[in-house]
Structures are given as C-alpha cells and as structure tokens.
C-alpha cells in the first residue's frame, strides 16, 4: 500500500484540489494533514479575523473529508518537523501540496521539497490559487508588469474557462500526534466575532453558495453597482479565494456555464468581474517579483517621505471609526463588526490615513491585516501602496480622496452611513455627509468633530509631496 501525505495550506477544498487529485490517483492511500506552523509565518503572522476565518474552515473541511470516509490530521508545529515525523509514522513516500506565493513560504517550501528529495521521496508542488502562476506573465522583453493595464491585456490572452477538477475518490490513512481543532487557538479568548458569524459562512460550500448568490443577485448590474457601498453590490468571495475555498479556475468556469445557459443579460457585467480577479492575479505578480515590497514601498522615492508622527492618538481614532469624518467612521465600523470593508471604502479611508493624517501606510496595512477576514499579504501591501501613491500603478500621490464628495457620489441618501452610524440615523441628509456644521447636532448625539480640517490637511499632504521631489 502506497502512501501519500497531502498538506493542506490556503486551499481549503476538495474540488478542484490539484494536489489532492493527484495524490488520489498515484497512491492507494492518503493522509490528509493541516499544520498550525505561525512560527513558518514570520512577521505576518495570521491576524485575529483570518484566524476565526481559519478555525471555521477547517472545521467545514474536516467535515467535508469525514463525509469521503476521511480524516483531516491536524497538528502544531513547524512544516518541516510535523512532515518528517509523519512521514515516519505513515511510511509515505510522497508529499503533495498547493502552492502560496509570500516570500517566507516560498523559501520554506523549497527547502522542504529539497529535503524531502533528498531522502528519496516525491514532493511536488501544484498551482492552485491563481489563474497563471507568477513567471508564467511577463512582457516581450520577459520582465515583471509593473502597470495593471498592460498585464490583465496579456493575462486575459492566456485565460479560457477550464474545467474544473472533480473530488477524487480516496481512501484515506490516520497518523498518531492528531490535535484537535480547539487547541490550535484561533478562537478569539473574548467574544468579539459575534459579527463574524453573523455575516460569514467559511468554508467550500459557503464559498459556493456565496457565488451562486452573486450570480443570481448582483452580476447584473455589477459595474454599475460595485462601487455603491449600501448595495451587494459586490462577491465579497475575497476571503473564500484568500483561504482557497473556491479557486479562480472555479469561478471562471461557473460564470462560463451560466452565461452558456442564456444568461446573455449578465454578460456586459462580466468582464469587468474577471478584471477585478485579475487585479487579485495582479497583486500577486508583484508580490513574488518584488517580495521587500510590504516592508518598503516599491517607488524608492518615497523612502524619504515626511510622514506625521502620531502624537495625538489619531491612529486610534481612526481605528475606532470616531475620526469625525463619517464616511470614513462608518467603514471603520463596519470593518470591526463584520471583518469586511467595502472596496470603495477602503480606498476612502486608507486616503484619510495616508494623507490627510500623513501616517504611514504601515499602520493601516497592519490594522487591516488583523482585521480583515479577506486578510491577504499580496492584496494587502499593493491596495496600501496604491492609495499611498508609493506603489505599482499607483494613484499620484497628488490624488487626495476627498471623503465628503465621495460619500455623496456612492451614497448619494446616506443608506450605509445610517447603517454604521446609528447616532447620526436621524440627521438631515446634507448634515449626515458633514455633521460638523452643526455644533449642536454633535453636543446632541456625541458624534466627534472631525480630527482634521480636510481642506488644510490636503494642503499639508501636498506640501509634504512637493519636499520629497525635491529631496532627489
């Protein structure tokens, strides 16, 4: 008997699982195994929200195995030392897996294959996560995109709707050293997810029913309608890609057989869908060719960038969604009760950040990484740096997101600001955009006045800019 050793990472699935699938089809038996290894992780460890994600969709995975008459091994450890001694206790002579792309994990990962190999035993890697893998892009001259534009022209060349995989038969083995779920502690110790579960359903069969319910509700009218926070008007299947609960390939071919049913209507509204997962493929293309780029910012100009020292508590205020501003407040909010923001959003508030505060995108990119369930390091550094005007294809720094107007084009009645905002539920529609003009309205409901004076903070911004260029 035949024994093979599937570790499962951020492909949480059954279908369209390449590594399982092979391992099903070369060996008789398999192990499937998750390993806890925060210690593999380095600096970006997994935040509070992704671990709640991360807790619920392995238990939806451990029980989508028992239903195939198999057992998810989970255990705690660094991935080099939990595959060596399963590998001993199962006798496997092969260990497959999925690809991730952060620098940390590709370093591990090749080292494992490396030592695994060398004891004589098949470790391979698969492609699971993304539509092309990162060096399968490049432009004639065989470099690195640096701009979206010209790399979703030469990606989408590449892409057709493929048939996804099947869940393979398998017959599965069990290892001694099992821990259970509950001691990995991804659970919060304080009960603040309640949010969370009210708005989530992780794991494979939620991301499924997420996207049908996309299809059926939101694809019409999708390009009209993402930019309006109020509506759902998006996937939000972020965190169910991010924790591969679904893959791209899925997607794509769901989309392509529904459309193929006569759904003709919704076919103008497609395209502008796979571009939005083609920034995804985008963020990280960047991430593999430029792996210092969370840590520095990828325009080596803005290295010298004078940014604000917060001696006044405004990250806080920020973080807290009681900046004053309530467009920038209501995203805030809705980030710490659902672990989600709305993409317009978050272009909103991460400008607030970066430039009408002046803090370093750091601080917001580490505040969304513990807080959001869609948590990811390539989206994460390319979305900040976007907003921050130090990235690829990014927004000039010059760009200053003025939050008031913004709210009024995509919230033109103030529907999501109510929704966020119950103190200011009652407010007239021009005083919910801009309650500061109306001291009583704050004394009234205890809503803070704004942090900053946005016209003179954008003024601030610009001038801090203009002393950078003329640092070079």
């Known amino acids: 008997m035949s024994v093979a050793i599937v570790w499962f990472r951020r492909d949480l699935r059954l279908a369209d699982n390449p590594a399982l699938t092979e391992a099903c089809k070369r060996h008789d038996q398999v192990l499937p195994v998750y390993i806890h290894a925060p210690d593999d992780e380095g600096a970006w460890k997994a935040g509070g929200a992704s671990r709640w994600?991360?807790?619920?969709?392995?238990?939806?995975?451990?029980?989508?195995?028992?239903?195939?008459?198999?057992?998810?091994?989970?255990?705690?450890?660094?991935?080099?030392?939990?595959?060596?001694?399963?590998?001993?206790?199962?006798?496997a002579e092969a260990v497959y897996w999925n690809r991730c792309y952060e620098p940390r994990a590709i370093k591990r990962d090749a080292a494992i294959k490396k030592a695994l190999r060398g004891a004589g035993m098949v470790a391979e890697s698969f492609s699971a996560s993304l539509w092309r893998e990162p060096w399968q892009v490049a432009t004639q001259q065989g470099e690195p995109y640096r701009?979206?534009?010209?790399?979703?022209?030469?990606l989408r060349?590449?892409?057709?709707?493929?048939?996804?995989?099947?869940?393979?038969?398998?017959?599965?083995?069990?290892?001694?050293?099992?821990?259970?779920l509950e001691t990995l502690g991804l659970m919060p110790g304080i009960r603040w997810h309640e949010g969370l579960d009210d708005t989530w359903q992780p794991g494979?069969?939620?991301?499924?029913?997420?996207?049908?319910?996309?299809?059926?509700?939101?694809?019409?009218?999708?390009?009209?309608?993402?930019?309006?926070?109020?509506?759902?008007?998006?996937?939000?299947?972020?965190?169910?890609?991010?924790?591969?609960?679904?893959?791209?390939?899925?997607?794509?071919?769901?989309?392509?057989?529904?459309t193929q049913q006569g759904i003709a209507r919704r076919r103008?509204?497609?395209?502008?869908?796979?571009?939005?997962?083609?920034?995804?493929?985008?963020?990280h293309h960047l991430l593999y060719h430029f792996p210092k780029t969370p840590r520095e910012p990828f325009q080596p100009s803005f290295t010298g960038f004078p940014w604000a020292d917060d001696h006044d508590g405004a990250l806080r205020r920020?973080?807290?969604?009681?900046?004053?501003?309530?467009?920038?407040?209501?995203?805030?909010?809705?980030?710490?009760?659902t672990g989600w923001m709305h993409n317009r959003v978050r272009m909103i508030v991460a400008s607030f950040l970066t430039?009408?505060?002046?803090?370093?995108?750091?601080?917001?990119?580490?505040?969304?990484?513990?807080?959001?369930?869609?948590?990811?390091?390539?989206?994460?550094?390319?979305?900040?740096?976007?907003?921050?005007?130090?990235?690829?294809?990014?927004?000039?720094?010059?760009?200053?997101?003025?939050?008031?107007t913004q709210a009024k084009k995509f919230d033109p009645e103030g529907e999501y600001l109510r929704r966020w905002l119950p103190e200011l539920a009652d407010a007239p529609l021009?005083?919910?955009?801009?309650?500061?003009?109306?001291?009583?309205?704050?004394?009234?409901?205890?809503?803070?006045?704004?942090?900053?004076?946005?016209?003179?903070?954008r003024e601030a911004a610009l001038a801090a800019y203009q002393a950078m260029r003329r640092q070079r």
């Open 157 to 180: 060349t590449q892409i057709q709707p493929d048939c996804p995989l099947s869940i393979p038969l398998m017959s599965s083995v069990k290892a001694a050293g099992d821990v259970p």
């Open 355 to 404: 430039k009408n505060l002046r803090l370093h995108w750091h601080h917001g990119a580490r505040w969304f990484w513990d807080t959001l369930v869609d948590a990811d390091l390539a989206n994460n550094t390319l979305g900040w740096q976007w907003v921050a005007g130090s990235g690829a294809d990014a927004a000039p720094y010059f760009r200053v997101f003025n939050p008031v």
């Open 204 to 258: 494979e069969r939620g991301a499924h029913e997420a996207l049908e319910l996309f299809i059926d509700d939101a694809l019409k009218g999708y390009e009209r309608l993402r930019d309006l926070p109020a509506r759902h008007g998006t996937s939000r299947l972020s965190p169910h890609l991010h924790f591969g609960e679904v893959s791209p390939r899925q997607i794509h071919w769901i989309l392509h057989e529904r």
């Open 53 to 91: 994600w991360l807790h619920r969709s392995l238990d939806q995975l451990g029980r989508s195995l028992a239903q195939h008459k198999a057992h998810l091994h989970v255990a705690q450890g660094t991935g080099a030392d939990v595959l060596a001694r399963l590998v001993k206790a199962t006798g």
């Open 268 to 283: 103008p509204d497609l395209e502008p869908f796979l571009r939005e997962l083609g920034w995804r493929e985008f963020a």
């Open 318 to 337: 920020w973080q807290q969604g009681r900046t004053g501003i309530p467009i920038v407040d209501a995203g805030m909010r809705e980030l710490w009760r």
């Open 147 to 154: 701009v979206f534009t010209p790399f979703w022209r030469n």
């Open 430 to 457: 021009p005083l919910l955009h801009e309650p500061w003009k109306d001291p009583a309205l704050l004394d009234r409901t205890g809503y803070p006045a704004p942090l900053v004076d946005l016209g003179e903070s």
